[in-house]
T-cell receptor, first 110, second 112 residues
Framework: QKEVEQDPGPLSVPEGAIVSLNCTYS??????FMWYRQYSRKGPELLMYTYSSGNKEDGRFTAQVDKSSKYISLFIRDSQPSDSATYLCARLSNTDKLIFGTGTRLQVFP | ETGVTQSPTHLIKTRGQQVTLRCSSQSGHNTVSWYQQALGQGPQFIFQYYREEENGRGNFPPRFSGLQFPNYSSELNVNALELDDSALYLC???????????FGNGTRLTVT
């Protein structure tokens, strides 16, 4: 079992939809999570990071961590075509390295 | 504030050759990490440097090596290139013990 599992998609939604992106993780030892957005031919760009359970909101983006089910989610409200990208979830290990999922490719069509 | 910059952006090498990739850290960041991202996959941790010393290594063979310089810039060297080394190589900088990591746009390496 991979440490961080993520559905690769692709996920295709109409403009304005609410998008839900999900990851599961297997190691409970360290619970610092991040979401990165990666456009084609670019490096990952940090969207949000969160520690422990609960929600964190930033504009149209909400990150959610559920420790009991080892589930992390990213919600995008009022999705835009410019949100079309690959979304990577990651867990920070206790040795300061990021463990990434495979990424979910999102396509928002007008 | 200058972000993480990597050079070159693209590179084509032949199997068995050696390659050096370069990275300039974001201003104020003292830690640099290197990741390998194969097509359709998430980045995989190669190693991290802090104060010019290797500070953690992923599951990569010794032919992957690195350096960090006093100005916190860094190099990734790969010897005896193999076809499977074809990937996007990402550099990320951070402040030690204080995430998050900020990535450059990577170097696309193709090994033929």
């Amino acid at each position: 079992q991979k440490e961080v599992e993520q559905d690769p998609g692709p996920l295709s939604v109409p403009e304005g939809a609410i998008v839900s992106l999900n990851c599961t993780y297997s190691n409970s030892a360290f619970q610092y999570f991040m979401w990165y957005r990666q456009y084609s031919r670019k490096g990952p760009e940090l969207l949000m990071y969160t520690y422990s359970s609960g929600n964190k909101e930033d504009g149209r983006f909400t990150a959610q961590v559920d420790k009991s089910s080892k589930y992390i989610s990213l919600f995008i409200r009022d999705s835009q075509p410019s949100d079309s990208a690959t979304y990577l979830c990651a867990r920070l290990s206790n040795t300061d390295k990021l463990i990434f999922g495979t990424g979910t490719r999102l396509q928002v069509f007008p | 504030e200058t972000g993480v910059t990597q050079s070159p952006t693209h590179l084509i090498k032949t199997r068995g050759q050696q390659v050096t990739l370069r990275c300039s850290s974001q201003s104020g960041h003292n830690t640099v990490s290197w990741y390998q991202q194969a097509l359709g996959q998430g980045p995989q941790f190669i190693f991290q440097y802090y104060r010019e010393e290797e500070n953690g290594r992923g599951n990569f063979p010794p032919r992957f090596s690195g350096l960090q310089f006093p100005n916190y810039s860094s190099e990734l060297n790969v010897n005896a290139l193999e076809l499977d080394d074809s990937a996007l190589y990402l550099c990320a900088s951070s402040v030690q013990g204080n995430s998050p990591l900020h990535f450059g746009n990577g170097t696309r390496l193709t090994v033929t």
